[in-house]
């Protein structure tokens, strides 16, 4: 199952508190305070870890409570400090407020780290307190509780090319011959209801990742059919792939790919502006080659570049793969910092 959002508390560890505690030993002539100080509260970090693919993990848990710092005793014994609880999540994973104003972080790349609930300071002793005019304190602090917060995660996969277009329109079948992802292929709309990441191995080139994202139809930005849900996975790619099916009957295809140009555009501005490629699918079913020349014309008049391909017969997939190569080589990579997300 792919999960792509999650709501989770977290409770960093309360500090422990100081002691109150003279000395008092015998055939010792000087006693005085010696009360410890209490140990630090542990805090809750998200780590972003490769090994994890989906939010699916905290479906079933969704407290986090970090170790609590232990109490100060005599003997000036400071108390342990509670440990760090770390909470794995996918690399690409958003945090928000519970409310969802405010974004907190961004964990894109493996290994980033940020703490999502800092524990307590631990509380001072009575000897702390000790001076020349009060030499028996009985002052002492308890522990500071930790910080607590409920947080709202959000996955964005990281791809270097996204695949977009309408159902049917032969995504899922052309991700399966590129790659050895697996998605569920059939003959109805929106057989795929999950995004799907296949990797590309071009053999003496470097290779690339593609997302294969539910089908798109009109109205997708404001949550028609499951468009809204999927988008945000190929904000991060750098390249798009503009699938078009000439063959689909009782639909114009350059009116399809108008649709899809607009929904892009409405989302974000930054899916509007992404590199792409118009890919012409399904040619080995096209009885009628003049639709060809109409998406064509309209891509190149939008500053695309237009391939044809058949995932069925392998007819243009080679091109298609190269001139994607081609295209991400030209492109930069996007730096965490750099990388403007839509809310």
Known sequence: MFVDEATVQVHGGDGGNGCCSFRREKYVPKGGPDGGDGGAGGSVVLVADPEVSTLLPFRYKTIFKAERGRHGEGANRSGRSGADLEVHVPPGTLVWSEDRTRRLAWLAEPGARWVAARGGRGGR?????????????????????????????????????GLVGFPNAGKSTLISRISAARPKI???????????????????????VVADIPGLIEGAHGGAGLGDRFLRHIERCRLLLHLVDPAAPDRDPVRDAEIIDRELAAYSGTLAEKP????????????DRSALGR??????????ECLVVSAVSGEGLPALLHAAADALERLPRASAESEDLAG
């Open 125 to 161: 002793g009575n000897s702390r307190f000790a001076t020349s005019t009060n030499q028996a304190p009985t002052r002492h602090e308890p522990g500071e509780p930790g910080e607590q917060g409920v947080l709202r995660l959000e996955l964005r996969l990281l791809a270097d090319v």
């Open 186 to 208: 059939a003959d109805y709309p929106f057989t795929t209801l999950e995004p799907h990441l296949g990797v590309v191995d071009l053999g003496d080139r470097p290779g690339f």
């Open 276 to 287: 792409r490629i118009v890919v012409v699918t399904k040619s080995d079913a096209l009885q």
């Open 295 to 304: 998406i064509d014309a309209w891509a190149r008049s939008r500053g695309f």
